[in-house]
C-alpha cells in the first residue's frame, strides 16, 4: 500500500509563491513518476507537471516558467514550487505517484490566490 501526503497550501495574495510537498510513504520502489495535477469545482482535474524516473520534468503550458517540480529521491518526496501565482492558479491540488503502472492520489491541498 501507498500513501501520499501533501502539505504547503494556503491563501496567497496575487504574485506571490508558494510550495507543496509531498511524502510518499508505504512499498515505495520503481517509481515511475511523481507529479501534481489540480482540480477546480465542476471542472476536470488537470495536469500541472510531473518529474520522470530519469529526472525529466514536463509542464503544462499554463504554469510553464512559473512553476518547478523537483524531487528527494532518499525520502519519497516530491515538491512543487510555484511562483508568480495568478487567481487562476486556485485550485484543490493532488499529489500523483505511478508505481510499477498504478496510480495513486494523495487527499489534496487548497491554493487560494487573492487578486
Known sequence: QVQ?????????????SLRLSCA???SIFSV????WHRQTPGKQ??????ILSGGNTNYA???????????????NTVYLQMNS????????????IVIRGKLYWGQGTQVTVSS
Open 85 to 96: 501565482l495568478q487567481p487562476e492558479d486556485t485550485a484543490s491540488y493532488y499529489c500523483m
Open 61 to 75: 503550458n499554463s504554469v510553464k516558467g512559473r512553476f518547478a517540480i523537483s524531487r528527494d529521491i532518499a525520502n
Open 45 to 50: 482535474r488537470e495536469f500541472v507537471a510531473n
Open 32 to 35: 515511475n513518476v511523481m507529479g
Open 4 to 16: 501520499l501526503v501533501e502539505s504547503g497550501g494556503g491563501l496567497v495574495q496575487a504574485g506571490g
Open 24 to 26: 510518499a510513504s508505504g
